[in-house]
């Protein structure tokens, strides 16, 4: 398991797979939804790292984001907090910086907007106050919805651009699904030929994917195993 989560991670990696391409092979599924990235430009893929807090208290959100690990993606859940922002400039320079975490990801709201967009974090929430949460210690444990989060992102990767942020299970980590990454990846390539150089409409690529048809879609480039008719450093008119 632990050697097909790295390679689905190296992949997506080094071909920079979008999240629009990941929810595609998870069959249009997999979004996280109400977040957005915070700073544009920024693409980031990791294994998740779950960080909860609730009751409008922070104390236990400090307490596990010790625990966080380089190159992990932390993504934050708030329960019963209601418009207080999960954490400032602080933590985020803290995890980013001296933990090494590859992204932060806020399923709740975030302060300190000025600091976070001046230092261009990797940063994904659902947007910003300037009302920081409560440093208190919890009297009541957490909550039991956090159970199935728990369990939902247990070996799960995350993948953050700026479309969103698209997690895949841990059941999806196999052979198949990294076929599906190279499928998408070829699929893709083929479309932006046939309208970029085939000459094609989309609904003759998408919906016809009149691609098939042809011999080859690189049949038009035949003609350039002859050779070039141009001598070097001479424009031919």
Known sequence: MKALSNSVIEKIRRNRISTSEVTDCLGKTGVLKGVSALNPRHFRVGPVRLVTAWNCSNWE??????????GEIVIFHAFDYEDYAMFGALVAKFLLLYREAAALVVC???????????????IWCEGVTPVGALNRKNSA?????????RRRYDGAIAVCDDSGVA???????TEDFLERLDFIELQEDAWFHCIDTAG????????????FDEKSVFSRF???????????????E
């Not at 997690?167 to 980590?173: A, H, L, R, S």
């Open 61 to 70: 959100l400090h307490e596990q984001a010790s625990a966080v690990q380089p």
């Open 108 to 122: 709740g709201l975030v302060r300190d907007a000025h600091t976070l967009k001046m230092e261009n974090y990797p």
């Open 141 to 149: 444990p957490e909550p039991a919805e956090a159970e199935e989060l």
């Open 167 to 173: 997690i895949i299970g841990k059941e999806w980590m």
């Open 200 to 211: 094609m409409t989309t609904y003759e690529t998408v919906c016809e994917k009149k691609y």
């Open 222 to 236: 035949d003609r350039l195993r002859e050779g070039s008719p141009l001598v070097s450093g001479e424009t031919k």
